[in-house]
């Protein structure tokens, strides 16, 4: 496709299909870290936006009839990526939720290490459980699901009809309740071993009351700690790849809703 031969018509389609595509590319997860060059992502945004176009040339588009309307179309289109991609966003931060609990029940709580991606402060084992959850991301194609998702909204949306308040509380619900059950899901075998290791040293304190038991159980819980970390891995896994595979479910709720 020759973008540089469109006409006026053709081109303000092209501008639909760049917004969105941008939207999505600048906040989705690794494709939108700090991290890429810009020059990259324009030209990945552009390499998407070229690609997707002649698949989508032919749905029905915003005929905008001024400046004016043309920006109110385009926002819309941008919210549609952004939408989608904050859905994959989820993901990760119920990662990041379930990391940064562990770490204050194991006596990391202060101990933070700079997330690439973000540039922001994160835990220890919140970044550790970030970068497997982008390996895992990578392994299962869960981009796949973010471009095809991309490219479906153009067949369901089109950015004139879009209608924000049919978007429930229920599925905003659905989808933030579920990140948190993730979260808890992810952190309960590591936080329930902790427990009942806190509630030994609590007996072994009551019972020789000679020991200085924080001596003892602070380095305990850091070993044991890391040690759950270690063996959790597999049931995290498996955790955060269901989540992979239920993204074009979600992508499908949101774009059916709007």
Same mark, same amino acid.
């Given at each position: 496709?020759?973008?540089?031969?469109?006409?006026?018509?053709?081109?303000?389609? &092209?501008?639909?299909? !760049?917004?969105?595509?941008?939207?999505?590319?600048?906040?989705?997860?690794?494709?939108?870290?700090?991290?890429?060059?810009?020059?990259?992502?324009?030209? =990945?945004?552009?390499?998407?936006?070229?690609?997707?176009?002649?698949?989508?040339?032919?749905?029905?588009?915003?005929?905008?009839?001024?400046?004016?309307?043309?920006?109110? &179309?385009?926002?819309?289109?941008?919210?549609? $990526?952004?939408?989608?991609?904050?859905?994959?966003?989820?993901?990760?931060?119920?990662?990041?939720?379930?990391?940064?609990?562990?770490? =204050?029940?194991?006596?990391?709580?202060? *101990?933070?290490? #700079?997330?690439?991606? @973000?540039? @922001?402060?994160?835990?220890?084992?919140?970044? =550790?459980?970030?970068?497997?959850?982008?390996? #895992?991301?990578?392994? @299962?194609?869960?981009?796949?699901?973010?471009?095809?998702?991309? *490219?479906?909204?153009?067949?369901?949306?089109?950015?004139?009809?879009?209608?924000?308040?049919?978007?429930?509380?229920?599925?905003?619900?659905?989808?933030?309740?579920?990140?948190? @059950?993730?979260?808890?899901?992810?952190?309960?075998?590591?936080?329930?071993?902790?427990? !009942?290791?806190?509630?030994? /040293?609590?007996? *072994?304190?009551?019972?020789?009351?000679?020991?200085?038991? &924080?001596?003892? $159980?602070?380095?305990?819980?850091?070993?044991?700690?890391? /040690?759950?970390? $270690?063996?959790? #891995?597999? =049931? !995290?896994?498996?955790?955060?790849?269901?989540?992979?595979?239920?993204?074009?479910?979600?992508?499908?709720?949101?774009?059916?809703?709007?």
């Amino acid at each position: 496709m020759d973008i540089f031969n469109l006409n006026y018509a053709e081109f303000e389609r &092209f501008l639909f299909v !760049f917004f969105r595509v941008g939207a999505l590319i600048l906040f989705v997860p690794i494709l939108g870290s700090r991290q890429i060059p810009p020059v990259l992502k324009i030209g =990945f945004i552009f390499f998407i936006a070229i690609v997707t176009f002649p698949l989508v040339k032919g749905q029905p588009l915003p005929e905008p009839r001024g400046v004016v309307e043309l920006a109110i &179309f385009l926002i819309m289109d941008v919210t549609i $990526g952004l939408a989608i991609a904050y859905i994959a966003r989820l993901i990760f931060a119920a990662v990041q939720v379930a990391g940064t609990v562990v770490d =204050f029940q194991m006596g990391f709580g202060v *101990v933070n290490v #700079i997330d690439p991606q @973000t540039e @922001t402060q994160v835990s220890v084992t919140a970044q =550790f459980h970030n970068i497997l959850a982008v390996l #895992i991301f990578l392994t @299962t194609d869960a981009h796949h699901f973010i471009i095809q998702a991309i *490219v479906d909204s153009f067949f369901i949306l089109n950015p004139a009809e879009i209608n924000f308040a049919s978007i429930t509380p229920e599925y905003m619900l659905y989808l933030f309740s579920g990140t948190f @059950t993730t979260a808890i899901k992810i952190a309960a075998p590591i936080m329930a071993i902790l427990f !009942f290791l806190s509630v030994g /040293l609590g007996l *072994v304190a009551r019972t020789v009351p000679q020991m200085n038991v &924080f001596i003892v $159980g602070f380095p305990l819980q850091i070993g044991v700690g890391l /040690l759950m970390v $270690g063996l959790s #891995i597999s =049931f !995290f896994s498996i955790l955060v790849q269901d989540q992979m595979y239920q993204l074009p479910v979600k992508f499908m709720g949101l774009l059916r809703g709007l």
